[in-house]
């Protein structure tokens, strides 16, 4: 029996120090909104609150959800 495929994510090419809309995440990683409201919610990612509707995420969190995002076995 052959072992699963590993679905494999390319690492973003992102600014570390640029703020990105959650839209620009989404896309970038390729997953939705609720994804990047999961993790936020759960403290893995942090992000920058300018209103109540202007939310923004720095490149280096981007980074970091993309490490969670391709990291095997580990549930958070």
Same mark, same amino acid.
């Given at each position: 029996?052959?072992?699963?495929?590993?679905?494999?994510?390319?690492?973003?090419?992102? *600014?570390?120090? @640029? %703020? /990105?809309?959650?839209?620009?995440?989404?896309?970038?990683?390729?997953?939705?909104? *609720?994804?990047? @409201? %999961? /993790?936020t919610a759960n403290e893995t990612i942090?992000?920058?609150?300018?209103?109540s509707r202007e939310i923004y995420y720095?490149?280096?969190?981007?980074?970091?959800?993309?490490?969670?995002?391709?990291?095997?076995?580990?549930?958070?």
């Open positions: 029996m052959k072992p699963p495929l590993k679905m494999t994510r390319p690492k973003p090419d992102v *600014d570390p120090n @640029r %703020k /990105y809309c959650i839209k620009e995440v989404c896309d970038i990683l390729n997953i939705c909104r *609720d994804t990047v @409201r %999961k /993790y942090v992000c920058i609150r300018v209103t720095l490149g280096s969190e981007i980074l970091i959800l993309h490490e969670v995002l391709t990291s095997r076995g580990k549930k958070i």
